[in-house]
């Protein structure tokens, strides 16, 4: 699977010139991929004024999403803010090429910026099988609870983290990631945001891949950027089988 980790800095709370902008940066993607990832509330940046900048399921962004993963056949995902039964949630779409999508709602909501305060926190993880891929997609704050990541009846093979993680807590950012797929011993894509904010938080990025042992396949990346990784489920199968080190992990159920 060929996966695009898209890093960029949102206009503040503008949908339309994101999407604008992500047009413009997709169309110039000059090679064939399989799936594009955004960073967390793309279209606004990391905002806790929901009822400024809200969508919802019928508005443009998930219509921009399936016009997108139509045209270039690729499937896409990313989180955005959404209104729901006068209800806001920070929600990540995962947009198949035939328009068909799945969503998460983020389950750990970050209390530091009062995004409890204003947003509903979500019930369900997801696992989306594309392209024979098992795919755990989660949103940011998710990194720092290793039990709501584990691989146990799933088993999936790609973890994905799309983020809005400021450089002040960058290094825990590498070093959860890491944890996160040696623990799993699956693929980690993680794509934050770069730029910086109203409140003067700066983002360098540091999207970047991670392999199964914890390798970069990518590394951190800085700035405004676009890097194009291909994986294979051919080392992580032989991996597993040989060490085998997910067969004496812990069973449990979260309530």
Known sequence: MKIALVQFSPVWQDKQKNLDLLTQRLENIDQTVDLVILPEMFTTGFTM????????????????????????QFAITGSVVIKEDNRYFN???????????????KRHLFTLAGEDKVYDAGINKLTVIYKDWKIRPLICY??????????????????????????????????????????????????????????????????????YMGQ????????????????????LKKAREKLAFLNDADHFELY
């Open 49 to 72: 004024s929901p009822q400024e900048v809200y969508d919802t399921q019928d508005g443009i962004t998930l219509s921009w999403m399936q016009k997108m993963a139509e045209k270039h």
């Open 142 to 211: 998710d990194l720092r609870f290793p039990v709501y990541s584990r691989v146990v009846e799933e088993d999936y093979e790609l973890l994905i983290y799309v983020a809005s993680w400021p450089d002040q807590r960058i290094y825990a950012w590498d070093a959860l990631l890491k944890a996160r797929a040696i623990e799993n011993m699956c693929f980690v894509a993680a794509v934050n945001r770069s730029g910086t904010d109203p409140a003067e938080n700066k983002y360098s990025g540091h999207s970047q891949m991670l392999d």
């Open 91 to 105: 929600r990540l779409y995962f947009v198949l090429p035939n328009g068909d999508y799945y969503t998460y709602d």
């Open 216 to 235: 970069y396949l990518q590394q951190p990346v800085i700035g405004d950027k676009i890097e194009i990784i291909e994986l294979s489920k051919e080392g």
